[in-house]
Protein backbone atom coordinates (compact mmCIF):
# COMPACT_ATOMS: atom_id res chain seq x y z
CA UNK A 1 0.00 0.00 0.00
CA UNK A 2 1.24 3.15 -0.85
CA UNK A 3 -0.09 6.96 1.04
CA UNK A 4 0.61 10.08 -0.99
CA UNK A 5 -0.37 13.05 1.50
CA UNK A 6 -1.01 16.55 -0.49
CA UNK A 7 -2.40 20.08 0.99
CA UNK A 8 -0.24 21.27 3.47
CA UNK A 9 1.61 24.39 2.92
CA UNK A 10 1.82 27.72 5.00
CA UNK A 11 -1.29 29.56 6.39
CA UNK A 12 -1.99 31.93 9.17
CA UNK A 13 -3.24 31.77 12.48
CA UNK A 14 -6.75 30.84 12.45
CA UNK A 15 -6.75 29.56 9.15
CA UNK A 16 -7.71 26.22 7.41
CA UNK A 17 -6.24 23.57 5.61
CA UNK A 18 -7.75 19.85 4.13
CA UNK A 19 -4.71 17.66 4.15
CA UNK A 20 -5.16 14.70 1.90
CA UNK A 21 -4.50 11.22 1.48
CA UNK A 22 -4.32 9.04 -1.75
CA UNK A 23 -3.74 5.36 -1.27
CA UNK A 24 -3.24 2.51 -3.80
CA UNK A 25 -2.33 -0.87 -4.03
CA UNK A 26 -4.74 -2.31 -1.40
CA UNK A 27 -8.13 -2.75 -0.33
CA UNK A 28 -9.12 1.02 1.12
CA UNK A 29 -12.81 0.55 2.08
CA UNK A 30 -11.22 -2.10 4.54
CA UNK A 31 -8.49 -0.37 6.16
CA UNK A 32 -8.36 2.17 9.39
CA UNK A 33 -7.36 5.23 8.20
CA UNK A 34 -5.38 7.80 10.80
CA UNK A 35 -3.05 11.34 10.82
CA UNK A 36 -0.48 11.75 12.80
CA UNK A 37 1.91 14.56 13.27
CA UNK A 38 5.37 15.04 14.40
CA UNK A 39 5.86 18.88 16.04
CA UNK A 40 9.71 19.97 15.94
CA UNK A 41 11.67 18.84 18.61
CA UNK A 42 8.31 16.48 19.82
CA UNK A 43 7.24 13.14 19.58
CA UNK A 44 5.01 11.56 16.57
CA UNK A 45 1.55 11.90 18.03
CA UNK A 46 -2.14 11.33 16.84
CA UNK A 47 -4.40 13.29 15.32
CA UNK A 48 -6.77 11.27 13.99
CA UNK A 49 -8.70 8.34 12.61
CA UNK A 50 -11.32 6.94 10.70
CA UNK A 51 -12.36 3.51 10.94
CA UNK A 52 -13.01 0.75 8.41
CA UNK A 53 -15.96 1.25 6.10
CA UNK A 54 -18.74 -1.04 8.04
CA UNK A 55 -17.60 0.06 11.18
CA UNK A 56 -18.15 3.84 11.10
CA UNK A 57 -16.51 5.75 13.21
CA UNK A 58 -13.57 9.06 13.84
CA UNK A 59 -11.71 9.81 16.52
CA UNK A 60 -9.53 13.02 17.07
CA UNK A 61 -7.08 13.94 19.67
CA UNK A 62 -8.27 16.51 22.20
CA UNK A 63 -6.12 19.26 21.27
CA UNK A 64 -8.13 19.22 17.68
CA UNK A 65 -11.42 18.14 18.73
CA UNK A 66 -14.02 20.56 16.99
CA UNK A 67 -11.49 21.72 15.29
CA UNK A 68 -10.69 18.80 12.69
CA UNK A 69 -12.75 16.51 11.12
CA UNK A 70 -11.47 13.41 9.20
CA UNK A 71 -12.94 11.78 6.30
CA UNK A 72 -12.83 9.21 3.67
CA UNK A 73 -13.95 8.81 -0.21
CA UNK A 74 -13.82 4.86 -0.41
CA UNK A 75 -14.55 5.23 -4.35
CA UNK A 76 -11.67 7.44 -4.79
CA UNK A 77 -9.46 5.50 -1.84
CA UNK A 78 -8.96 8.99 -0.15
CA UNK A 79 -8.63 10.58 3.43
CA UNK A 80 -8.94 14.35 4.20
CA UNK A 81 -8.18 15.81 7.24
CA UNK A 82 -10.05 19.35 7.63
CA UNK A 83 -8.29 21.42 9.97
CA UNK A 84 -9.78 25.26 10.50
CA UNK A 85 -8.98 27.53 13.36
CA UNK A 86 -5.22 26.68 13.12
CA UNK A 87 -2.98 27.72 15.76
CA UNK A 88 0.92 27.77 15.82
CA UNK A 89 0.81 24.86 17.87
CA UNK A 90 -0.29 22.86 14.81
CA UNK A 91 2.68 23.51 13.47
CA UNK A 92 4.01 19.78 12.00
CA UNK A 93 4.67 17.75 9.41
CA UNK A 94 1.23 15.56 9.03
CA UNK A 95 1.45 11.73 7.78
CA UNK A 96 -1.03 9.14 6.77
CA UNK A 97 -1.09 5.58 8.18
CA UNK A 98 -3.31 2.88 6.83
CA UNK A 99 -3.86 -0.95 8.85
CA UNK A 100 -5.63 -3.64 7.50
CA UNK A 101 -5.95 -4.82 11.21
CA UNK A 102 -9.77 -4.10 12.45
CA UNK A 103 -8.81 -3.61 16.18
CA UNK A 104 -10.21 -0.45 17.02
CA UNK A 105 -9.35 0.24 20.56
CA UNK A 106 -5.60 0.67 19.17
CA UNK A 107 -5.84 3.33 16.79
CA UNK A 108 -4.21 5.83 18.52
CA UNK A 109 -1.02 3.55 18.73
CA UNK A 110 1.58 4.24 15.77
CA UNK A 111 3.05 0.90 16.24
CA UNK A 112 -0.76 -0.59 14.80
CA UNK A 113 0.14 0.70 11.66
CA UNK A 114 1.84 -1.14 8.51
CA UNK A 115 1.33 1.92 6.29
CA UNK A 116 2.91 4.96 6.46
CA UNK A 117 3.17 8.54 3.65
CA UNK A 118 6.22 10.57 3.69
CA UNK A 119 4.61 13.43 5.02
CA UNK A 120 3.30 16.81 4.36
CA UNK A 121 4.27 19.66 6.23
CA UNK A 122 2.22 22.28 7.83
CA UNK A 123 3.10 25.50 9.37
CA UNK A 124 1.01 28.16 11.15
CA UNK A 125 2.26 31.62 11.55
CA UNK A 126 1.27 34.80 11.90
Known amino acids: VQLVESGGGLVHIGGSLRLSCAAS????????MAWFRQGPGKEREFVSA?????????DYVDSVKGRGTISRDNAKNTVDLQMNSLKPEDTAVYYC???????????????????WGQGTQVTVSS
Open 50 to 58: IAWSEYSAT
Open 25 to 32: GGTFGSYT
Open 97 to 115: AATPVRSWSTRQAMNSYHY
